[in-house]
């Protein structure tokens, strides 16, 4: 069974320092991983997503994620984080092949962002 | 293109009514997935859809729940005899499958909560 595990509930930086989100994944093949934001209130916006080839990632509004498969990690960076990115961000995990569409997500890391 | 909608935004409800949501996906988007969310957890997997094929459904998913798409469009999920624990933010998403790869976009949400 796949799972995702975001080791830190809640995470808080100040404004224009860098931002390292963890995501810790169980699959038993080849992964697709994505990472959404979501806005109190909101649905989930996608960030960005990794399937193949390069193991890093850009997304949008600056965000990357490197993919290492020797850590089952697919973490979520930015270098210099704004205000506007306080939100909760989720990691997920969806199949590759098969008809079972599904992704399972995280439990989810809260951004709070220090003026 | 308009994105996932999804109607009404919040529903709150006394025990025992049933209630019904509706989602209209992207257009040509040939999957659609319905999660739920509650406080602090991340969307959890109910069903989905291929056109108007229902291909999975999650044990979450109890006999009170029932979810249509009829000819492959929006889609409805019914909830009957609504009980407290139901109180949640259903979430439905859209994708459209391209050989082995599978997006998910997401719509606002239906924040339920049952009195």
């Known amino acids: 069974a796949q799972s995702v595990t975001q080791p830190d509930i809640h995470i808080t930086v100040s404004e224009g320092a860098s931002l390292e989100l963890r995501c810790n994944y169980s699959y038993g093949a080849t992964p697709y991983l994505f990472w959404y934001v979501q806005s109190p209130g909101q649905g989930l916006q996608l960030l960005l997503k990794?399937?193949?080839?390069?193991?890093l990632v850009q997304g949008i509004k600056g965000f990357e994620a490197e993919f290492k498969r020797s850590q089952s990690s697919f973490n979520l960076r930015k270098p210099s984080v704004h205000w506007s990115d306080a939100a909760e961000y989720f990691c997920?995990?969806?199949?590759?092949?098969?008809?079972?569409?599904?992704?399972?997500f995280g439990d989810g890391t809260t951004l709070t962002v220090k003026p | 293109d308009t994105g996932v909608s999804q109607n009404p935004r919040h529903k709150i409800t006394k025990r025992g009514q049933n209630v019904t949501f509706r989602c209209d996906p992207i257009?040509?988007?040939?999957?659609l997935y319905w999660y739920r969310q509650t406080l602090g957890q991340g969307p959890e997997f109910l069903t989905y859809f291929q056109n108007e094929a229902q291909l999975e459904k999650s044990r979450l998913l109890s006999d009170r729940f029932s979810a249509e798409r009829p000819k492959g469009s929006f889609s409805t999920l019914e909830i009957q005899r609504t009980e407290q624990g139901d109180s949640a933010m259903y979430l439905c998403a859209s994708s459209f499958r391209q050989g082995n790869l599978d997006t998910q976009y997401f719509g606002p949400g239906t924040r339920l909560t049952v009195l």
């Open positions: 257009s040509e988007h040939n999957r």
């Open positions: 997920a995990v969806g199949p590759f092949d098969t008809n079972a569409g599904k992704s399972t």
């Open positions: 990794y399937f193949s080839g390069d193991t």
